[in-house]
């Protein structure tokens, strides 16, 4: 029991040296028991869902560190010190979807900010920042971002933060968190990186330099397709109390059985990431022998043009890949519709494989001429690679290629 000031947060424990929050134990360990003390009041394994909105305090002011659920809930608590012990950050924060996180973020700065952004960066992302933050005098410009120079050309006195998506979706562009964090930290600017992509198993943007991570937990984090989520995660404990202070008072916050399915998915996220990086290479290499394929777009592969950079800073390629297939919208509209294991579906990040066709789903409403330009062309394929049996897979492209 401690005294605790009214409206103070709930406290951010931090791991005691040797306690499975450690930095010094294996990732894998960390996400099966960091954060998730069993439960104090009946020793249960697995983390309780706390669905309380209020909690009682002994005395006026002394709580066991809770005073109200959207400040601070026992299972939104364990989620975030999990995530953060698996970042390397110093806290995490849970939110009711990537977006929300996103828009928490950005509300640390002030009107008149001007963010760098990668160019093409997840739609909603894109969406919040033109057509919602720039009404409230925020001020965007997009780069390509695997051009250090144009980013350092982009940055000006006014910059607060250098937004960075690694790898894009679809195209599989990356940027240089460590290059890139250096030339923001030299001009002022404050580094995001969202690392959806690759979860923490393959890539940690706070140790490469950056000051935040965002996630869509919707994704890999949650793996199953069954919860809308999203975290941030901070690296200092000064943007830490900002970052709580703005959940707490924004109040975007996770509730308490969604944090609980994040925890249940981050238990299995190494074994999870390593079925999909290993099935969407395998995938990758077929089809860039395929004569009906042109270009595969996957950074594990030799012929991805930023291959070393992806080795360099990660250590595997995550489950997403886009291909151009030989032929115009129609034949990779027949494709998409003959799988038959590969669901045809927007989304990713989920243990079932889901296909699509980028410039008639997700990426519909950007126009041609802009699609174009990023390379997102009709004849280009998404798969966000599950981790059904390789063989099924591959078999189930081959009968689909068979019937352009
Ligand atoms: C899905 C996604 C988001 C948005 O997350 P939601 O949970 O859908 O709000 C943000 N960034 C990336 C890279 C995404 O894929």
């Excluded at 250096?182 to 940690?204: C, E, I, M, S, W």
């Excluded at 190494?270 to 042109?294: C, D, F, G, Q, Y």
């Excluded at 270009?295 to 012929?303: D, G, I, T, Y």
């Excluded at 997700?362 to 049996?389: F, Y």
């Amino acid at each position: 029991m401690k005294k605790a000031a009214k409206a103070a947060p709930a406290p951010k424990l931090t791991a005691p040296q040797g306690h499975p929050g450690d930095g010094s134990l294996g990732f894998s360990t960390r996400a099966i028991h960091a954060g998730q003390q069993p439960d104090p009041a009946t020793g249960a394994i697995v983390t309780p869902v706390y669905l309380t909105s209020t909690y009682v305090q002994e005395e006026v002011g002394v709580t066991k560190g809770y005073d109200y659920s959207r400040g601070g809930n026992p299972t939104r608590t364990a989620l975030e010190q999990n995530l953060a012990s698996l970042e390397g950050g110093h806290s995490a924060y849970a939110f009711g979807s990537g977006m929300a996180a996103i828009t928490t973020l950005l509300l640390d700065f002030d009107a008149g900010a001007h963010v760098v952004v990668s160019r093409n960066v997840y739609g909603g992302t894109f969406r919040l920042f033109e057509r919602v933050s720039r009404r409230h005098g925020f001020r965007f410009t997009f780069v390509d971002a695997r051009d250090s120079a144009a980013v350092e050309a982009a940055l000006t006195p006014d910059t607060r933060l250098l937004f960075l998506e690694t790898p894009t979706n679809p195209m599989m562009e990356l940027a240089d968190i460590r290059a890139l964090s250096r030339l923001a930290h030299g001009r002022g600017a404050k580094v995001a990186v969202d690392n959806t992509f690759l979860t923490p198993y393959f890539q940690r943007p706070l140790e490469l330099g950056a000051d935040y991570v965002v996630h869509s937990a919707t994704k890999y984090i949650g793996g199953h397709s069954d919860v809308v989520g999203g975290l941030l995660v901070t690296r200092t404990a000064e943007d830490s109390e900002r970052i709580h202070f703005l959940q707490m008072s924004i109040g975007a916050i996770l509730s308490p059985f969604d944090s609980w399915l994040l925890l249940r998915g981050l238990k299995t996220l190494a074994v999870r990431m390593r079925e999909h990086a290993r099935n969407a290479t395998s995938i990758a290499r077929w089809l860039e022998k395929h004569p009906r394929v042109r270009r595969v777009h996957f950074p594990a592969l030799e012929s991805h043009p930023q291959h070393e950079l992806a080795t360099r800073q990660s250590t595997g390629p995550g489950g997403l890949l886009s291909f151009e297939l030989d032929g115009g919208q129609a034949e990779a509209k027949r494709l998409v519709e003959s799988t038959r294991v590969c669901s045809l579906a927007e989304s990713l990040g989920a243990v079932e494989t889901l296909i699509s066709i980028p410039s008639l789903m997700t990426h519909a409403s950007v126009p041609r001429p802009q699609r174009e330009a990023l390379g997102i062309t009709d004849n280009l394929v998404r798969i966000s690679v599950g981790i059904e049996d390789e063989a099924d897979l591959l078999a189930d492209l081959d009968q689909a290629f068979a019937k352009l």
